[in-house]
């Protein structure tokens, strides 16, 4: 028989600033619990206004003791059920709320409740049973078409590392006979010709097992532990053309303010807080310029920066989604200023998902040294990233040439490159040339 939560001590509370999130027993039927729980007779509008916390955090409802609303430090919110057999505390998902709805989830937890009662079994054991036979590829199937494509814009990635990276080694192997030793022995395999790409197909992995343990294919992740394989230096990074491509991918499940922050970044070489500092009297869209004040740059002397005609493109899908009245381009929620501390953790989340390390100054030296080589000379890629520091003081004082023919040049040879790069066709050699004068 169903024995209930019989020792509240054995559940290890979740504590969000300060505030404990305990688990209820389910022994007492009282109304409310006699334990110290916090639980809620949940409604949809209650938990519509759930907002991540940072942490964690398991909201129990009131109605159905053991039914609780599981909101991940993501914001994603998943329906799960507690309950006890022979003594053991088990959890069974449910699925995705709004999906799942409040309605359903409480159907389903009383009839899970109902089974563990009348018979002693442990459904969730029995789900495990029907899925012992599933194959990696089974699993990389199921992972593509329920939560990569629905939920990231970077799925064709994903897919590609699959079929290139992982099916080869593991297309017939049972995902309940991954092991710890398995995936090492893939990651060295795969480093052993693409390091970096290494680190991607461990983050991958993990992101599949993952998703097999949230649906009780398996108990636990083997590549929970794995060390990425090949660490790498922060400040010498420029991304190469997988990295480019995965990077570009990404973004796009961004916000698609971040997104155009990062892809102006990318486009223009352009100090980060530059960009997101960038004001609407700055730009002139159609002409194509953008203006950096003496006080927003780093020698503190006024940058012109041509924009290419992608970058045009991206501001303007800005200029249409920000209010006339706010002068900042990229602007907060609350249009009282810009988007500078959320961008600033924008490279975390990311380095998180694409399996190496990235910094945002790694856009701006993988934009000159995409220029440089492409031919651009080093003297223009300086006045692209406003580096005139290391000309000599005769030539700065004199030079009051705007340099802006051969910088918007550059710009369109970087532009050009990074769209073969992206489209993966092979780009055609043609020399950088500098305006006559």
Known sequence: MFSGFNDFNDLQPISAKGTSFCY?????????PTCPVTAFSLTDRHIRTLNPTGHRVDHFDRRVTGLALRLAASGRKTWCVFFRVNRRLRRMTLGHYPAVTLHAARTKARQILAEVALHGTDPAAHRLDTRHGA???????????RHAKPH?????????????????HWRHRLVTDVTRRDVHALIDAVADHAPVMANRVLALVRGMLNFAVAHEWIASNPAALVKKPSPERTRERVLNAAEIRALWAALDDLSPTMRRVFKTRLLTGQRGGEVVRMQWSDVELDTGMWTIPGSETKNGHPHRVPLTTPVVALLREQRASVPEDIPWVFANALGSGSVHHRARKVPRQLTRRLGFHFRGHDLRRTVATGMAESGVPVQIIARVLNHIDGSPRATKAYDRHTYDAEKLRALETWAQRLDHILTGTKAAVVPFRTATP
Do not use: F, G, M
């Not at 994903?158 to 990276?165: A, F, L, P, V, Y």
């Open 24 to 32: 209820p027993c389910v022994t007492h039927n009282t109304s409310p």
């Open 135 to 145: 194959t990696v590829a089974d699993l990389a199937a199921e992972y593509l078409t």
């Open 152 to 168: 990231k814009k970077s799925w064709p990635e994903d897919q590609r590392i699959i079929t290139r990276e992982l099916l080869p």
